[in-house]
C-alpha cells in the first residue's frame, strides 16, 4: 500500500514544476496583454499625443541603453553589480561641463562646423576620462577584492558611489551645473501634428546613441578583444589556460562601461541642458533596471529593457491613460519591473541559468 501510494506521488510531485511554468507562462502574457491594453488604448485615445510621447521615450531609452549596457557589460564578465557606475555617468555630464562650456566655450553661438569640431572634441574628452576613470576604480577598488565572497565588492561598489557623489558635492557645492543650449531649440521641430512634436534636438541624440551602441556590439561580437571579454564571461580559469589575459580583459570591459557612461552623460546635459551631483543616482538606478528588466549580461537585452523604461516613463508622464502624478513614474516603472521578474526571474531575453559556483 505504501509503496503503491509512493508511485502515485511521484508523477504528482514531477508534474508541478511544469503547471508553475505553464501559470508563469500565462501570467507573463496577461501583464504583456494588459501593456498591450494600455498601449493602444492611448493610441486610440490621443494618437498624436501618443505619437510624439513615444518618440520621446525612445530618446529617453537611447541615453538609459548607453548607462545600462555598463552595468550588463561588468555583470556579465565578473557578475558585479557595479553600483557606481551611475556616478560615472554623473561625472560624464560634469565634464561635459567642464571641458565644452567652460574650457572650450561651446554656447551654441559659433558656425555649426566649429559647434560640431567642438561638440566631437567634448564628447571624446569626457568618454576618455570616464573610461579611465573607470578602469582606476577596478584596478585600486575592484581587482584586490575579485576573489572575496560576493557581498564586499557589492558593498565596496556602494561605498565608491558615494565616495565619487562627495566629490561631486563638494566640487559643485549643491548647485546645479548649466550649459548653455548647443543643439536645436525644443521650438525647432522635426515635425509638427497638432500642439504636439518632435524637436531636431531630441533626433540628434538618438542619431548619436545608435552609431555608438552599433559599434559597442560590433566589437563585443566580431573583434578579437570582444571574443576574449566572451571567452572570460563564460569561464575566466578555461579562458586564462587558452592564453587570454584575463585581468586585461576585466579593465577593458570596465573602460568600455565608462566610455558608454561618458558618452550618455554628454548627451545628457547637451540634452537637458543642466547636471547635479545626484543625477546619477536616480538615472543609474532607471538604466540598471534596465538591465535587469531585459536580461543582465545580455547586452540585447539591456537594450530592450532601456528603450521600454524610456516608454514607460514618458508614457506615464505624457499621455491621457496614466497614473496620475509624475511623482508616481518610479512607483510604475518598478512595478513592472517586479511583476516581470515573478514571472520571468531571469529578465526578458536573459537565460535560465545556473549560478556559477
Known sequence: MTA??????????????????????????VVVGLFVVWVVGNFINAPKQFVSVFLLGITLGCIYALV?????????????????HGDVFMWGSMFAVIIGVRGLGLDG??????????????????MTLCGTGNVIIE????????????????????GMSFILQTIALRYTHAREQTADNVLPDPSHRLFTIGIYGYAWKNLIVVLITLPVLAALVYLVRSTRQGKAMRAVAQDTDAARMMGINVDRTISFTFALGGVLAGAGGTL???????????????LGLFAFTAAVLGGIGNLQGAAL??????????????LSWHVPGSSWTQSVVFAVLIMI?????????GEATADRA
Open 4 to 29: 503503491q501510494t509512493g508511485t502515485r506521488r511521484r508523477p504528482m510531485l514531477a508534474a508541478l514544476p511544469r503547471f508553475s511554468q505553464q501559470v508563469n507562462r500565462v501570467l507573463t502574457w
Open 68 to 84: 545600462a549596457l555598463g552595468y550588463t557589460l561588468v555583470y556579465g564578465i565578473i557578475e558585479l553589480i557595479n553600483f557606481a
Open 109 to 126: 553661438s559659433q558656425s555649426g562646423i566649429v559647434t560640431s569640431a567642438l561638440l566631437l572634441v567634448t564628447i571624446v574628452a569626457a
Open 139 to 158: 584596478r585600486l577598488v575592484y581587482k584586490p577584492l575579485r576573489n572575496a565572497p560576493k557581498l564586499a565588492p557589492l558593498i565596496t561598489a556602494i
Open 268 to 282: 545628457w546635459v547637451l540634452w537637458q541642458t543642466s547636471t547635479r551631483y545626484d543625477l546619477g543616482f536616480q
Open 305 to 318: 529593457g532601456a528603450l521600454i523604461i524610456g516608454l514607460l516613463q514618458a508614457g506615464n508622464d505624457g
Open 341 to 349: 521578474l515573478v514571472f520571468r526571474p531571469q529578465g526578458l531575453l
